[in-house]
């Protein structure tokens, strides 16, 4: 594997999550923070319009931008459309500035704690997340994967190497000092381990990292014209990462009524009414829990 040259910190791809962004801020106006030896460090404000009006996106969800079929389509031309064509010329397509490595930071309203999200299972980017998960056992991995790149839609999908940093709970629009610190911790642990590597000094010992894989999204319980009916159900709430068995409460209807699960096997949810995926029809995602070598 070549050496890596330029690591890329995103921030603020949602403009209300204010603790990338902001992060961002502070490493632009103290750049030794990231400075590393064997490679150079740029940040990158995703999304300033929608930061400076603290709104998510401005016309359209930055994080779904990034398919290469729409990255390629010059009819698409909203805010966030151009906004991801520029950044892919920054950061993947402009020769002299391409990353690396992309480290996007993001954080939810659900009860998360400290997350990486995977977008492919590359070595290096497992072995990585083996490592954080080591050092920080609080920190949990999820993948999200997608059988092939041109599949993915998040700022992610510009490089191989890379993922994304996913912390809360926290409100939209506001910052948390411990969330702060914390996801500032997982940031300088990775550029740390990214330097290890160039100095060719990571250990081949094998390693095991319990995964959540990705299997499906939970749409609240609707009428026919679309109007929510229910809502996650109190024995559920804030419990992301914990199994949920069948015949486990999972919503509550308004008129008092438990919907149950209803699979046939135990799963584990995660991103549990997260304020943003309302409008994307998901009141959870689910996930399957296993344990690989690496």
Same mark, same amino acid.
């Given at each position: 594997?070549?050496?890596?040259?330029?690591?890329?910190?995103?921030?603020?791809?949602?403009?209300? !999550?204010?603790?990338?962004?902001?992060?961002?801020?502070?490493?632009?106006?103290?750049?030794?923070?990231?400075?590393?030896?064997?490679? !150079?460090?740029?940040?990158?404000?995703?999304? /300033?319009?929608?930061?400076?009006?603290?709104?998510?996106?401005?016309?359209?969800?930055?994080?779904?931008?990034?398919?290469?079929?729409?990255?390629?389509?010059?009819?698409?031309?909203?805010?966030? !459309?151009?906004?991801?064509?520029?950044?892919?010329?920054?950061?993947?397509?402009?020769?002299?500035?391409?990353?690396?490595?992309?480290?996007?930071?993001?954080?939810?309203?659900?009860?998360?704690?400290?997350?990486?999200?995977?977008?492919?299972?590359? /070595?290096?980017?497992?072995?990585?997340?083996?490592?954080?998960?080591? =050092?920080?056992?609080?920190?949990?991995?999820?993948?999200?994967?997608?059988?092939?790149?041109?599949?993915? /839609?998040?700022?992610?999908?510009?490089?191989?190497?890379?993922?994304?940093?996913?912390?809360? /709970?926290?409100?939209?629009?506001?910052?948390?000092?411990?969330?702060?610190?914390?996801? %500032?911790?997982?940031?300088?642990?990775?550029?740390?381990?990214? %330097?290890?590597?160039?100095?060719? !000094?990571?250990?081949?010992?094998?390693?095991?990292?319990?995964?959540?894989?990705?299997?499906?999204?939970?749409?609240?319980?609707?009428?026919?014209?679309?109007?929510?009916?229910?809502?996650?159900?109190? %024995?559920?709430?804030?419990?992301?990462?914990?199994?949920?068995?069948?015949?486990?409460?999972?919503?509550?209807?308004?008129?008092?009524?438990?919907? =149950?699960?209803?699979?046939?096997?135990?799963?584990?949810?995660?991103?549990?009414?997260?304020?943003?995926?309302?409008?994307?029809?998901?009141?959870?995602?689910?996930?399957?829990?296993?344990?690989?070598?690496?």
């Amino acid at each position: 594997m070549n050496q890596i040259n330029r690591v890329a910190i995103v921030g603020g791809t949602h403009g209300n !999550e204010f603790t990338g962004a902001y992060l961002i801020q502070k490493f632009a106006q103290f750049p030794d923070l990231i400075a590393r030896q064997s490679f !150079e460090t740029v940040t990158l404000l995703a999304n /300033p319009n929608a930061f400076a009006a603290g709104r998510r996106y401005v016309q359209k969800d930055l994080n779904r931008c990034f398919l290469q079929q729409d990255l390629q389509d010059p009819t698409l031309n909203s805010y966030e !459309e151009l906004q991801a064509k520029s950044i892919q010329n920054t950061l993947a397509s402009n020769r002299d500035g391409q990353a690396d490595f992309i480290l996007d930071l993001h954080s939810t309203t659900a009860n998360m704690g400290l997350t990486i999200i995977l977008v492919n299972s590359h /070595p290096l980017n497992l072995q990585l997340a083996a490592y954080i998960s080591e =050092i920080s056992p609080l920190v949990r991995i999820y993948r999200c994967s997608f059988k092939s790149i041109g599949e993915n /839609p998040f700022v992610n999908s510009l490089c191989e190497l890379g993922f994304a940093i996913e912390v809360g /709970p926290i409100a939209q629009g506001l910052l948390k000092a411990m969330l702060f610190q914390q996801t %500032e911790e997982l940031v300088y642990a990775v550029l740390d381990y990214l %330097e290890q590597f160039n100095q060719g !000094e990571i250990s081949s010992t094998n390693k095991t990292l319990i995964l959540y894989d990705h299997l499906s999204v939970v749409d609240y319980p609707k009428q026919q014209n679309g109007q929510i009916f229910g809502m996650i159900h109190p %024995e559920l709430q804030d419990k992301d990462y914990q199994a949920l068995n069948p015949g486990d409460p999972i919503f509550l209807t308004f008129d008092d009524k438990t919907i =149950i699960y209803e699979g046939a096997s135990t799963v584990w949810p995660i991103f549990i009414n997260e304020a943003a995926y309302y409008e994307k029809g998901i009141a959870m995602c689910l996930t399957q829990r296993q344990q690989i070598n690496i």
